[in-house]
């Protein structure tokens, strides 16, 4: 297997979807070939890194005031009738 | 090397039945679904759009749109695929408005072919993260997401953020499982090109650049 190979089935890798023999031939791969083990093992880290990282959480007060304001706008839609919003 | 373990997602057992009541014009059932899913739906809005006004204001409409239409949501899909479609849109939508000089459409599928190519491979520290304080690594993940092109960014945030399988991505955001697939790909490997700028392993010093 050719790097090159092996990196456009990383993603399938890293989701854990390959059939046995494919991920046996990637992790053969990997075993022997130092560069595409450091890609995998960093792709795997960015992927958690942002999966933990909390960017963007919506504080309690604002998320407070967002919901108000969507459910008295659904109430006003309601009594406007079924027209588009 | 173990495959990464997917979001745990809420059960949504009684979600049809919540939605069966909001259609019937129950605004505290459909105020429920707001609770459950306002956070998802502000953080794709954020990353989208990357301005955080935009983002409230995509959350009121996203919310407002799907109360409205909740007579179109057939139940084929999941509620809340249904619903990050809407988001997604209104999100572009913004993101349009406030960027007219660019095109931005998630249909572009940008060449950047080289840039897939790992040139970094250097390993990263053990612990990368806690190189950096809370404040400085949030500052360095946001500036690194934003320099992909939005629609590889969608993707990923879809994907691997919001925990929404390859079928419920591509369902979302209406792109076929290739495209999903090969978008995010690239989406990872840029970001892992950018990101071991900062967290790779250093011979002597403190890491950080």
């Known amino acids: 297997?050719?790097?090159?190979?092996?990196?456009?089935?990383?993603t399938n890798y890293l989701d854990g979807v390959l059939d046995d023999r494919t991920k046996a031939e990637l992790e053969d791969h990997l075993a022997w070939c130092h560069n595409c083990y450091v890609v995998c093992d960093t792709?795997?880290?960015?992927?958690?890194?942002?999966?933990?990282?909390q960017l963007y959480e919506l504080p309690d007060d604002l998320r407070n005031r967002l919901r108000s304001a969507i459910v008295a706008k659904c109430e006003a839609h309601k009594k406007a009738g079924p027209q588009e919003a | 090397m173990t495959a990464i373990q997917q979001k745990v997602t809420e059960p949504v057992s009684d979600e049809l039945a919540l939605v069966q009541t909001a259609k019937s014009g129950d605004v505290?059932?459909?105020?429920?679904?707001?609770?459950?899913?306002?956070?998802n739906v502000f953080r794709i809005a954020q990353h989208i759009t990357?301005?955080?006004?935009?983002?409230?204001?995509?959350?009121?409409d996203a919310f407002l749109k799907a109360y409205s239409n909740l007579n179109q949501f057939q139940g084929q899909s999941k509620f809340y695929t249904w619903l990050v479609r809407i988001a997604v849109n209104e999100a572009l939508m913004k993101l349009r408005r406030r960027r007219p000089e660019r095109m931005v459409s998630l249909d572009e599928d940008v060449k950047t072919e080289e840039d897939s190519v790992p040139r970094e491979v250097a390993d990263w520290s053990?612990?990368?993260e806690q190189q950096y304080s809370q404040a400085e690594l949030k500052e360095i993940l946001t500036k690194t997401i934003q320099?992909?092109?939005?629609s590889f960014r969608t993707v990923f945030v879809l994907r691997d953020v919001e925990g929404l399988s390859t079928e419920e991505t591509a369902e979302a955001?209406?792109?076929?499982?290739?495209?999903?697939?090969?978008?995010?790909?690239?989406?990872?490997?840029?970001l892992r090109e950018r990101l071991s700028r900062y967290f790779q392993k250093r011979d002597s010093g403190d890491g950080k650049q």
């Open chain 2, 28 to 39: 505290s059932a459909f105020e429920e679904l707001v609770r459950r899913y306002d956070r």
């Open chain 2, 50 to 60: 990357q301005n955080r006004e935009d983002a409230e204001d995509v959350v009121q």
């Open chain 2, 173 to 190: 955001l209406e792109l076929s499982i290739p495209a999903v697939k090969s978008r995010l790909l690239r989406a990872r490997l840029q």
């Open chain 2, 126 to 128: 053990p612990n990368p």
């Open chain 1, 1 to 10: 297997m050719k790097c090159s190979e092996f990196l456009q089935e990383l």
């Open chain 1, 43 to 53: 792709t795997k880290k960015t992927i958690e890194i942002y999966r933990d990282s």
């Open chain 2, 147 to 150: 320099g992909l092109p939005p």
